[in-house]
Structures are given as C-alpha cells and as structure tokens.
C-alpha cells in the first residue's frame, strides 16, 4: 500500500535556518536572507552554473505551498513542501511567505543536502524532507501543521481505521514521537515511520505526506486531515467501530479486482462494462478516485 519504497541512510543535512517556524498568523518573509555556507553555496552567483530545477516542478512547489494556506491545512509562514528533480530536491525557504513567493527563490540542495542553490535560508525541516527521500522513493514531500491531524497527533497513540479510504494510506498512521522541530531527531522519527506509510503524524506539531509527485503528496496530506476530522467528529458522538485488518485486508483486494484508481478496466472483466451488472446507457461511466 504504501506508495514510497523503503530503503535509505541518515540524512545527512546542512545547517538549517533558526527561524521560528509554526503558528504565527502574521509571519514575516525573509528577503535577502543570506544563505547558510556563504556565496559558495549559491550555485547562481555570477561564474556558476545555475543548477536546473525544471519550470513546473518549481511552480507545482509553490502552488502547494499557497494552497496549503488557502485550504486551511497551514496559517502564515507555517509548512514547507519539496519536490526531487533527478537527484535535486527543490524546497521551499525558512519562514517566508507563499503568496509573495517567487520560483527564483526557492532553494535547491543535493540528497544529502549539499547546497546547490539558497538565494535564502532553506526551510528549517530540510533534514526531515531529506529523510523522507532518503527512506522513500517520493517524488515529493508536504508537511502541514493542519488543525485535526495535529489534534490527533497531540491526543492519540495513533490514528486509526475509522474508515476505509484510510486504506489508501496504508492503515492507521503511527504518530511521530515529539522532537524539536528541525532536528536530525525529527527526521530520523519520520524516517521510521515513513518505512511502511506514505504519511506520519508528528506529536504536538502536525504531518508530514509524501507521493509521487506534489499532487498526490498534497492529495494524501488533505486525506489525513479528512480522516483525522472524521475521528475527531466520531469519537465525540460515541465510541466509532474501527474496520478490522481483515477488513483492510478486504478493502486491499477489492483495490486490486477493481484496479481502483487507475483507468484500466478490471482484468477478469471481458465486457468493460462490467460482467455481470452491466449499466445502462445513461448510467455514469466510471469512478472518480483518489490517487494511491
Ligand atoms: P520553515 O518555515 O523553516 O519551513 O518551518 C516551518 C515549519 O512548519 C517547521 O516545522
């Protein structure tokens, strides 16, 4: 289920930024902040070749990032998001704003966080998104502090089975013991936890999702909301039935008959209409479905 592979070391990152991170509803941007390691670590500087990050990947980061803001999952500065390129990772800077964010500005590292491009202060959680690769094989990391998950994050042991699309996540998702943000104890935490999920929540700070690419990283990130929220609005009606690993098990294997999610029709279905029910004309012509 889990849609990162395991397999990794340490990571291994830069100094990072000392900027407050979180909450604050009016954080401020930090133009021209220096980067960490001087001129040598800004790859654009006059004389070096500017290391490429494609276009679009720069865009998808930043308008992760923005509506991350607008989709409640963050307030103000709070959050960060990546994306690899090859063996690039592009992330975005410590403690600035999204809606002011510009594609030059985001700061680009190697996997192991050698400094490639910083025209600012990377974002202070770069050593948790290089673990998260290092232990995965996303193609993209988003951590939000969103409202329910961290509720859970900050109450719960774990988050678990109340229903079934937390099957697309893998099951229920382990809580991240607390560890200062930033810290190389953070990420080796979601390390351990990303080995079999494709999200982690974070004690008392929030979650982390990671994908194949920006979209399905942040699509995940506001499946862990939803189900967080559905937990949360459950448990306050009564004591919710949580499905069952069999249950998940069986939730698996239709995943699998039906290739839920993809456009293929399912293999042992000749008629692509389905063998034994088949819909009428005006019937709708297929599901629209998160993606895994
Ligand atoms: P940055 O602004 O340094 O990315 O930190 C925000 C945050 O959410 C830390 O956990």
Redesign the pocket.
């Known amino acids: 289920m889990n849609g990162a592979t395991a397999g990794g070391s340490a990571p291994g990152g830069p100094p990072t930024?000392g900027?407050a991170?979180?909450g604050p509803p009016t954080g401020g941007s930090t133009p021209g902040a220096a980067a960490p390691g001087g001129s040598a670590a800004n790859a654009s500087a006059p004389g070096n070749v500017a290391p490429s990050v494609r276009d679009e990947l720069r865009a998808a980061v930043i308008d992760c990032a923005r509506r991350m803001v607008s989709d409640g999952l963050v307030i103000g500065?709070?959050?960060?998001v990546s994306a690899r390129d090859g063996d690039k990772i592009v992330i975005?800077p410590?403690?600035h704003r999204y809606d002011t964010l510009r594609p030059e500005e985001l700061c680009v590292v190697g996997p192991a966080g050698q400094p490639l491009d910083l025209p600012l202060r990377p974002?202070?959680?770069l050593p948790m998104h290089l673990a998260a690769y290092q232990q995965t094989a996303a193609g993209a990391v988003v951590?939000t502090?969103s409202m329910f998950a961290t509720a859970v994050a900050t109450s719960c042991p774990e988050l678990p089975a109340i229903h079934y699309a937390i099957g697309f996540l893998g099951g229920p998702v382990p809580v991240v013991p607390y560890a200062t943000?930033?810290t190389r104890e953070l990420a080796d935490g979601l390390r351990a936890a990303l080995a079999d999920r494709p999200v982690a929540l974070l004690q008392n700070?929030?979650a982390v999702a990671v994908g194949q690419d920006v979209e399905q990283a942040y699509d995940r990130a506001r499946l862990l909301e939803w189900l967080a929220e559905l937990y949360y609005r459950s448990s306050r009606l009564g004591s919710p039935r949580m499905l069952s690993p069999a249950e998940l098990d069986a939730f698996d294997a239709q995943v699998a008959a039906l290739s839920y999610g993809t456009n293929d029709w399912p293999a042992e279905t000749s008629d692509p209409r389905g063998a034994e029910d088949p819909p009428g004309d005006d019937a709708p012509t297929g599901v629209e479905t998160p993606r895994r």
Not at 77 to 80: K, L, Q
């Open positions: 930024g900027s991170p979180g500065i709070a959050g960060n975005t410590s403690a974002s202070s959680e951590h502090h943000f930033g700070h929030g």
